[in-house]
């Protein structure tokens, strides 16, 4: 599935994933996978399963490709079942899906635009009717748009940014919740720029803060309902939205200036969700886990 970067062992895969990229840029947001090269690496085969979430349902949002294709495949590996939200990225999806077939996975993808509120009620209202239930939520979906200065970001661009990152997050966690029991999991995927900031990248960074601040505060409106809510904040991350934003100039550098000198694969991350989804974190609630390459942040 993936030629240019073979998997032979855990060490061998981190031996071949790029610590560099070809000049690319896709001009629409968000982006393709399958236009990307070399491809993410959605999968470590030497991946040790061991049902930490067998029987468990969970909503992925942007789970067709990027960070939310690699949690699909963890998740899957561990007993659960998927749903997974994209906008219309349909080639990627179905890739997606073939794959949590050939895992022997159960898997139910929803193209929804999340931005309409209507629509987290369309994509709970499907899941219950294909599964019946809900035990995990993970909030994954986002947008970013490089701009030199603040006085560039329009009215327009900046309501979609909060729009597509914030706005609807607080949509589907008030569609999902009357139907999440104890032991239920909420997860959020944060960012770096939450913390570190990035100065061409103000509207995203600010939504990602935002996400950290919900995080915490409904982790505490939930923590009676025994409810956990948490966190992932990656740093650079291979995914479509890396081409769809920046320059072939700035993707051939991408990642570069992380501690480790190379950008993460999506398989990298995945551990993490599954973490957070499972009973091994269930003392942890309002926490953001730091994937990053090494960069050190003030939580």
């Known amino acids: 599935m993936y030629p240019e970067y073979p998997y032979y062992s855990q060490k061998k895969v981190t031996k071949n994933v790029p610590i560099a990229f070809p000049p690319q840029h896709q001009n629409r947001m968000p982006g393709f996978e399958y236009e990307m090269n070399p491809r993410p690496i959605s999968e470590n085969p030497n991946y040790k399963s061991s049902n930490k979430l067998k029987s468990k349902v969970a909503i992925i949002t942007g789970g ?7 949690v699909s495949y963890a998740y899957v590996k561990e007993g659960a079942k998927v749903a997974i939200v994209y906008l ?16 022997g996975g159960e898997c139910l993808l929803i193209p929804a635009d999340l931005t309409m509120e209507e629509n987290s ?57 009357p139907y999440l029991k104890e032991g239920s999991t909420i997860i959020n995927t ?21 996400i950290v601040t919900l995080t915490r505060s409904l982790s505490l409106s939930l923590i ?28 051939m550098k991408f990642g570069t200036d992380a501690p480790m000198k190379r950008a993460g694969q999506p398989f990298e991350l995945a551990p993490a969700y599954v973490y957070l989804a499972s009973d091994d974190s269930g003392y942890v609630t309002g926490e953001v886990i730091h994937v990053n390459g090494g960069k050190m942040v003030t939580t």
């Open 64 to 70: 067709d490709s990027g960070i939310g294709r690699a």
């Open 88 to 103: 219309n990225e349909h080639r990627d999806a179905q890739e997606t899906e073939q794959r949590i077939k050939e895992l």
């Open 121 to 177: 009620t369309y994509v709970v209202k499907k899941v219950l009717q294909h599964f019946g239930k809900i035990d995990i939520l993970v909030n994954n979906h986002g947008v970013q748009y490089v701009q030199k200065s603040i006085l560039d970001i329009t009215k327009e661009q900046l309501e979609h940014t909060f729009s597509t990152n914030i706005f609807s997050f607080f949509y589907l966690i008030k569609a999902v919740l």
């Open 190 to 210: 944060a960012s770096i720029t939450a913390y570190a900031g990035m100065k061409e990248l103000i509207d995203y960074s600010a939504t990602k803060g935002a």
């Open 224 to 251: 009676e309902k025994k409810i956990r809510v948490n966190a992932v904040a990656p740093g650079a991350f291979w995914t479509p939205l890396i081409p769809a934003s920046f320059s072939e100039k700035q993707v």
